[in-house]
C-alpha cells in the first residue's frame, strides 16, 4: 500500500471533543446538531480538522456499498498465474495486497501480501510457484455493512483488505483500510472531483475542439447511448472496468489509449480504481 502523510492533529480537536461531550452532558444533541457545532467553532479548529471530527461522524452513517471499490476494477490475482505475471501485476499497479482469484475469477480464494514473496526468491529462483503457499485468509463482508463496524472489524482481525459481495453472494467489490481512513480524513480534491461531476459532461479544448470528462463508474451501455457507438459491454458494465481491460493493468494519470475510435486520456486514479476519464473521437484508420 502507498504510504501517505499523516495528518497533523492540534490540541485544539481534543478541545472540542470535549465541548462536544460536555454539550451532550447538558442537553442531549443529535447528529445535525453536532455537525452545526463543528461549523460553527469561531477558529477553535482549522478546516481540516472540522472535516476529520465530521468524517467520524458520517462513517457511523455510510455503508461499504458507497465507497467500495468495485469489481470491474479490482486489480487481482489468478490463483494459476505464473510468478513472472504476478510480479508484472504488483510493479505497474504498485500496490502491496491483491485478492487471488479462481480460474473462472468468480470465487476470491484469499490476499496475496507482495511482502511474501520475498520468501520464494529466498528459497527458489525459478518461474515455478505454488501461490496457495503464501495466501492468507481475506474478510467477506456485505454492501450493507457500516464502514465504522467495519474499521474495527479490520482493527481487531489486523486484516486490511475485504472482499464485498452481494444479496446473492456475488463478489461487488473490495474495500481496505485506507478507504475507510479516507473518507474520515478525507483526501485531496481537484477541479475534476467526482462528485462534482455529472456522468458525461462536454468540455472544449483551448483549440476548440470537443472532448468530454467521463466518470470511470459511467455504465457501457449508457456510453453507447451517449456517443450512438457500440463498445463491447458484455464482460465489463463499467466504462472505466473496459479501459482497465484494454490496458491490461491499472493505468496511471495521463496514461493514453486509443481504441474503438475512441482516446480514452486517464484524468484522475484513486488506488485501485480509475475515477474519471478524457475521452475523445478519433477517425477510423
Not at 445535525?32 to 452513517?61: C, R
Amino acid at each position: 500500500m502507498n504510504d501517505k502523510k499523516q495528518p497533523k492533529i492540534s490540541k485544539s480537536i481534543f478541545e472540542l471533543m470535549e465541548r462536544i461531550k460536555r454539550a451532550i452532558k447538558s442537553e442531549p444533541l443529535n447528529r445535525k446538531e453536532i455537525q452545526e457545532l463543528l461549523q460553527n467553532t469561531q477558529g477553535a479548529i482549522d478546516s481540516d480538522e472540522e472535516k476529520m471530527v465530521s468524517g467520524v461522524l458520517d462513517v457511523a452513517e455510510t455503508q461499504v456499498r458507497e465507497v467500495m471499490i468495485p469489481r470491474s476494477q479490482m486489480v487481482v490475482i489468478n490463483n494459476a498465474d505464473s510468478l513472472t505475471g504476478i510480479l508484472e501485476i504488483i510493479v505497474s499497479s504498485g500496490h502491496s495486497r491483491f485478492p487471488v482469484m479462481s480460474k473462472d475469477r468468480e470465487a476470491c480464494i484469499g490476499v496475496l501480501l507482495a511482502k511474501d514473496l520475498l520468501r520464494h526468491f529466498k528459497d527458489a529462483a525459478d518461474d515455478a510457484i505454488d501461490v496457495k503457499r503464501y495466501i492468507r485468509p481475506l474478510s467477506v463482508i456485505p454492501e450493507s455493512k457500516r464502514l465504522n463496524t467495519l474499521l474495527k472489524e479490520f482493527r481487531d482481525s489486523h486484516n486490511h483488505m475485504a472482499i464485498v459481495v452481494d444479496e446473492y453472494g456475488g463478489i461487488s467489490g473490495l474495500l481496505t483500510i485506507e478507504d475507510v481512513l479516507e473518507e474520515i480524513v478525507g483526501e485531496i480534491d481537484d477541479e475534476h472531483d467526482p462528485q462534482e461531476l455529472e456522468y458525461i459532461e462536454k468540455k472544449e479544448s483551448n483549440d476548440g475542439s470537443d472532448y468530454y470528462l467521463v466518470l470511470a463508474l459511467t455504465k457501457v451501455e449508457d456510453f453507447n447511448k451517449y456517443f450512438d457507438s457500440k463498445l463491447e459491454h458484455s464482460y465489463y458494465d463499467t466504462i472505466g472496468g473496459l479501459v482497465v481491460h484494454e490496458f491490461g493493468r491499472l493505468p496511471r494519470n495521463g496514461e493514453k489509449l486509443i481504441f474503438s475510435n475512441f482516446k480514452f486520456s486517464v484524468i484522475k486514479t484513486h488506488r485501485r480504481r480509475i475515477e474519471i476519464l478524457s475521452v475523445k473521437r478519433v477517425s477510423a484508420n
